[in-house]
């Protein structure tokens, strides 16, 4: 099947810095990637959706200025979290849609972040 | 997306059926009700999905009521790997919100 590759796996940083996360479908091209966090013992909460080529939409209450998305190529998409802290250590998760119709979404592994 | 509801928890024993239901009295008919998992500190896993009629796959199989307002997903031969957390998603496109899903814990 379809793979969705997410890196890093785990991340730690200070407060204050930023921090970058990538998802890349690894054998089909994806015009729309999402964005999803997840705190412990929660569901995944839609972010984004990042299109290729054009300016990420943002779900309400997300922002835009402190999560970066960049789709820069059909494969890859970016999430910055800039000038991180505490609050936002979470477990990140982007997903990716093989085809452009109702087809199935392959998700990554997931990233988990833990700001000091 | 239409909103669903699942229930909290459900145990099962291994290799006994897992049926696992979902309400969705206010999908749409053009919104394909779809099922993942998610096992602990993964990415959720596609299980099926299905718009009309009964669908199975190597994994599972999904009964849709008629009138589409409920589905259950049934794991045949539950194992020990299955305990997860099971999100049912009713949705049109491919954006996917999930709700609180069923915590499966399949025992020995």
């Known amino acids: 099947g379809a793979v969705v590759s997410q890196h890093p796996s785990w991340v730690i940083c200070k407060s204050g810095t930023s921090v970058k996360i990538e998802c890349r479908s690894l054998?089909?091209?994806?015009?729309?990637m999402f964005w999803y966090r997840q705190f412990p013992k929660q569901s995944l909460m839609l972010m984004a959706t990042?299109?290729?080529?054009?300016?990420?939409?943002?779900e309400q209450g997300v922002e835009k200025d402190k999560f970066l998305i960049n789709h820069a190529s059909l494969t890859l998409s970016t999430l910055t979290v800039t000038s991180a802290h505490p609050e936002d250590s979470s477990f990140y998760i982007c997903?990716?849609?093989?085809?452009?119709?109702?087809?199935?979404?392959?998700f990554g592994s997931g990233t988990q972040l833990s700001v000091l | 997306d239409a909103k669903t509801t699942q229930p909290p928890s459900m145990d099962c024993a291994e290799g006994r059926a897992a049926n696992l239901p979902c309400n969705h009295s206010t999908i749409s008919g053009n919104e394909y009700v779809y099922w993942y998992r998610q096992i602990h500190s993964q990415g959720p896993q596609y299980i099926i999905h299905?718009?009309?009629n009964n669908e199975t796959n190597e994994m599972a199989s999904l009964i849709i009521t008629e009138d589409r307002k409920s589905s259950t997903l049934i794991l045949p031969h539950a194992t020990l790997r299955d305990t997860a957390v099971y999100y049912c998603?009713?949705?049109?496109?491919?954006?996917?919100?999930f709700g609180t899903g069923t915590r499966l814990l399949v025992s020995p």
């Open positions: 990042s299109n290729e080529g054009s300016k990420a939409t943002y």
């Open positions: 997903s990716a849609a093989q085809g452009g119709t109702n087809e199935k979404l392959f």
């Open positions: 299905g718009l009309k």
């Open positions: 998603i009713g949705t049109g496109f491919q954006k996917l919100v």
């Open positions: 054998d089909f091209q994806a015009t729309t």
